[in-house]
């Protein structure tokens, strides 16, 4: 005969308890446990660039993750230029509450934006009274095209909203999580009902936690 052995169990440690009767099985009542906050501080890489302001310092645009960005090529001598008026209203309107507009003059179409980031500065005060952060002028397109406006209309980097630059004032949204959530064409003015329905619904959204738009 062969002598008797230990059986093992495989339970896990909990499911035997209850098997035994000594642990309680939850009750259907019992609160779900809250959900965990958002912590990924990682940069996004929409943000991860740096780009020099229109005067010359250099500017990292991880700062503005946990905000809600609206990303804008500009020119001083365009029929659009007169939405410099409505993106600085929306600026005076939601910054406290997170939105940080950008702005970024290229000369790309037709020379609509000739003068220099010295002269493009001049305009902005005198003419607007640009409050919002103005970067250098760059290229949104062609063989020179910028790092940045090659992330944001390359297939790859953004499907949902890739594609070329087709004007002056075309509108990239960015949500607190660092997605791309929104493109707005050029002749689509800041202040279209469309357009703030989209950044007042990414300021409801609270920001990553540990994130400078968190503070």
Known sequence: ???VTATRFALPLTALAVALGCAETPSADSPSPSPTPMTDTSTPAVLDFEMPALTGD?????????????IVNTASQCGLTPQYEQLQQL??????DGLAILGFPANNFNGQEPGTDADIAVFCE?????GFPMFAKLSVKGEDQAPLYAFLTGEETNPGFAGEITWNFEKFLVGRDGRVVARFAPRTRPDAEEVVAAIQAELAKPAPVGTPGAE
């Open 1 to 3: 005969m062969k002598p």
């Open 58 to 70: 250099p500017v990292d645009l991880s700062q503005y993750h946990g905000r809600v960005v609206l």
């Open 91 to 96: 600026h005076e309107q939601y910054a406290d």
């Open 126 to 130: 005198q003419n607007y009274g640009v």
